[in-house]
T-cell receptor, first 115, second 116 residues
Framework: EPEVTQTPSHQVTQMGQEVILRCVPI?????FYWYRQILGQKVEFLVS????????KSEIFDDQFSVERPDGSNFTLKIRSTKLEDSAMYFC?????????????FGSGTQLSVL | AQSVTQLGSHVSVSEGALVLLRCNYS??????LFWYVQYPNQGLQLLLK??????LVKGINGFEAEFKKSETSFHLTKPSAHMSDAAEYFC??????????????FGKGTKLSVKP
């Protein structure tokens, strides 16, 4: 079965540094998402992306966050100046068509640790 | 606002025993409901979903869930646990009205352990 791939699996960074989390969605999918899960807490929606623009974002997704689809395959999440509270597992997801198919495919996540 | 509550962060069952993972949602309008599973070092995989058709939904790996509007519940069950079912299970909702497509609201997850 096709899968969403995320790199790296673990990322350690110093507070205040910029990080870029990378995702390769499934090739024919059109909708892309980022979610995150802080240890012991719920998986939280960050942002959805369709047709090269953000379609929705949560309160968490402030000006420190940005997303980009720089080419036909990658989908990235950038955190401009990381804070300790950004430490979490970040999941990328993609979907083919949300009218015909409710199914989101998730990657295995990037564990971000901010020191 | 929509929310999801999963009762029990850890559930332990013996191999062959019934699995019951509880999920309750809060919504004035019944939403779409999902169960996802996460095996170690893997992404979230869709187990099953309810989208206003049959209230008893069958998923992969022998799991099923029943939507009960009167109880605002969507509990996940499996008649006989297998060692390979050990994983973390997440209940999620997506509002039918309002919110974007794909903006899932997740519960905190329940870690299922299966004892031999």
């Amino acid at each position: 079965e096709p899968e969403v791939t995320q790199t790296p699996s673990h990322q350690v960074t110093q507070m205040g540094q910029e990080v870029i989390l990378r995702c390769v969605p499934i090739s024919n999918h059109l909708y892309f998402y980022w979610y995150r899960q802080i240890l012991g807490q719920k998986v939280e929606f960050l942002v959805s992306f369709y047709n090269n623009e953000i379609s929705e974002k949560s309160e968490i997704f402030d000006d420190q966050f940005s997303v980009e689809r720089p080419d036909g395959s990658n989908f990235t999440l950038k955190i401009r100046s990381t804070k300790l509270e950004d430490s979490a597992m970040y999941f990328c997801a993609s979907s083919e068509d949300l009218i015909l198919n409710e199914k989101l495919f998730f990657g295995s996540g990037t564990q971000l640790s901010v020191l | 606002a929509q929310s999801v509550t999963q009762l029990g962060s850890h559930v332990s069952v013996s191999e062959g025993a019934l699995v019951l993972l509880r999920c309750n949602y809060s919504s004035s309008v019944p939403p779409y409901l999902f169960w996802y599973v996460q095996y170690p070092n893997q992404g979230l995989q869709l187990l099953l979903k309810y989208t206003s058709a049959a209230t008893l939904v069958k998923g992969i790996n022998g799991f099923e869930a029943e939507f009960k509007k009167s109880e605002t519940s969507f509990h996940l069950t499996k008649p006989s646990a297998h060692m390979s079912d050990a994983a973390e299970y997440f209940c999620a909702v997506r509002p039918i009205y309002g919110g974007s497509q794909g903006n899932l609201i997740f519960g905190k997850g329940t870690k299922l352990s299966v004892k031999p």
